[in-house]
Nanobody, 122 residues
Framework: QVRLVESGGGLVQTGGSLRLSCAAS????????MGWFRQAPGREREFLSS????????YYTDFVKGRFTISRDNAKATMILQMNNLKPEDTAVYYC???????????????WGQGTQVTVSS
């Protein structure tokens, strides 16, 4: 059983930046592809980005390309989402996720974190 804990959320102004972290425990972190999702009030959870177990391959959904960067440190069992140029529509609860393949992670999540709130003020 892998436990995922997100941190780094908070309140930021439009155009600002936040750095989300996901710390993993209870499993072999480097076995898993990792990714980030978010869920805004009244909306379905949506996929943002994923990264392969090695960190060499990553994927982004169109609306975060060029603004968000995913990375991981297998030695520290940690994944990072650097978010720049934030907009009010980025306000949501952000979730860390683990799966077996970064290309199928959008629909095949094995483990979820509990989420961290990101609020972008206009």
């Amino acid at each position: 059983q892998v436990r995922l804990v997100e941190s780094g959320g908070g309140l930021v102004q439009t155009g600002g930046s936040l750095r989300l972290s996901c710390a993993a425990s209870g499993g072999i972190f480097s076995r898993y592809a990792m990714g980030w999702f978010r869920q805004a009030p009244g909306r379905e959870r949506e996929f943002l980005s994923s990264i392969s177990w090695s960190g060499r391959s990553s994927y982004y959904t169109d609306f975060v390309k060029g603004r968000f960067t995913i990375s991981r440190d297998n030695a520290k069992a940690t994944m990072i989402l650097q978010m720049n140029n934030l907009k009010p529509e980025d306000t949501a609860v952000y979730y860390c996720a683990a799966g077996w393949d970064h290309t199928t992670l959008p629909s095949r999540v094995v483990y979820w974190g509990q989420g961290t709130q990101v609020t972008v003020s206009s």
